[in-house]
């Protein structure tokens, strides 16, 4: 069996006033075109499809038609579950209708431990739940935590599990130790939301949505797919892409295939006239841009420059006050220093440049009125 794992598709997502879905559209076509060639047993859409609970028109349309051509058109199996973005009402709508095409839609935890069964594979569904909801559901007080509620959802199921069948698990949550990135919005505020890997040995392959970064963790039966485009430009660096899972026998075997965005997240440093003169390494102009530079206090609306230039810079940092630099770590040191050196060292630190003769005469004349009083 041939199993295709994708999540966090976030339909509808809005990057620094940027709406991407042109960028979505264009890499689920991709995704359609990859299907077309895999030739998978089921797609498995491991949650968020939406980046909101109330998506707008355009989103729904465009899950709809890439849910219609996968599974209506080219007959694929798809499994989806919803994950902490998603509304589970909107989600869920017709699912009783959409099993007849052999699409599962899950979103209750009620369903947790019914299994949907293709060929010899058992796949279990477990959507994004708060502990709340779980502990309603299991109507267990005890639960505090998402482990607790991981721990009881995974003992909720075992009955049912068949061990002689192989024994999927489809989750929307946090493994400790997975690699995060800005774009992911917390699970809820003031817990720890991770949970063990341990937890799911009961299964033989756990695909799991909501980290971004799909070699979020290093584990021989945990995966999780990552995003299918870069949501954040803390992703810079992140492939995107989806996951084949071939299971044979008595054996599982994955790999990441990438898909290539419409337009890339670079993150650009250096001066702001090597910029403006096109100076700098940027790998496509059409990319989403956020730039760091120095040097560009002088210039009023440099956004508007750049934008001329580079029309989809989506964010611009002032890199010549950057005052991240632990300039204080060693205090001791400069209490050892005179005034002078150290406002030299400052401003060295600041602009990269040393005090000019001149100026290095002006602060020992301000320094040295100070500590006579000043003149009148």
Do not use: C
């Not at 809005?14 to 991709?30: C, F, H, P, T, V």
């Amino acid at each position: 069996m041939k199993v295709i794992h994708t999540a966090d598709w976030h339909l509808g997502r809005i990057l620094n006033g940027k709406s991407l879905l042109e960028d979505q559209a264009y890499i689920l076509n991709r995704f359609i075109e990859a299907m077309d060639n895999e030739q998978p047993d089921v797609i498995v859409i491991a949650g968020d499809l939406y980046d909101t609970s109330y998506p707008n028109k355009d989103a729904i349309q465009l899950l709809e038609s890439t849910i219609d051509t996968l599974n209506l058109e080219m007959g694929i199996p798809i499994i989806m579950i919803s994950g902490n973005h998603d509304s589970k009402e909107r989600l869920n709508y017709g699912s009783k209708w959409f099993e007849k095409s052999n699409l599962y839609i899950r979103t209750k935890l009620e369903d947790i431990n019914i299994p949907i069964s293709i060929g010899n594979v058992d796949f279990y569904t477990l959507p994004f739940a708060t502990i709340n909801e779980t502990q309603h559901f299991l109507k267990d007080n005890t639960i505090e935590t998402y482990q607790q509620a991981l721990s009881k959802s995974i003992e909720y199921m075992s009955n049912n599990i068949n061990k002689n069948n192989t024994n999927i698990l489809i989750g929307h949550l946090t493994v400790q130790g997975g690699v995060r990135s800005e774009s992911e919005r917390p699970l809820s505020i003031g817990t720890v939301e991770s949970v063990e890997a341990d937890s799911f040995q009961q299964f033989d392959r756990v695909m799991l949505g909501h980290l971004h970064h799909p070699f979020s963790i290093d584990s021989d039966f945990i995966s999780y797919s990552g995003s299918i485009l870069q949501y954040s430009f803390s992703e810079v660096n992140q492939p995107k892409g989806y996951r084949i899972i071939e299971i044979k026998e008595d054996t599982i075997k994955e790999k990441f295939i990438p898909i290539a965005p419409l337009r890339q997240l670079e993150v650009i440093e250096g001066d702001y006239e090597d910029a403006i003169q096109e100076k700098l390494k940027v790998k496509g102009k059409d990319n989403y841009l956020h730039f760091k530079l120095k040097h560009m206090s002088h210039v009023s609306d440099p956004m508007v420059h750049l934008k001329q230039i580079y029309p989809n810079t989506l964010a611009l940092t002032n890199q010549t006050f950057d005052f991240s630099a632990h300039i204080h770590q060693d205090n001791y040191e400069i209490q050892k220093l005179d005034d002078e050196t150290i406002i030299d060292k400052f401003y060295k630190n600041i602009t990269d440049e040393e005090l000019t003769q001149t100026q290095s005469k002006t602060v020992a004349k301000v320094l040295n009125d100070l500590l006579e009083g000043g003149s009148e």
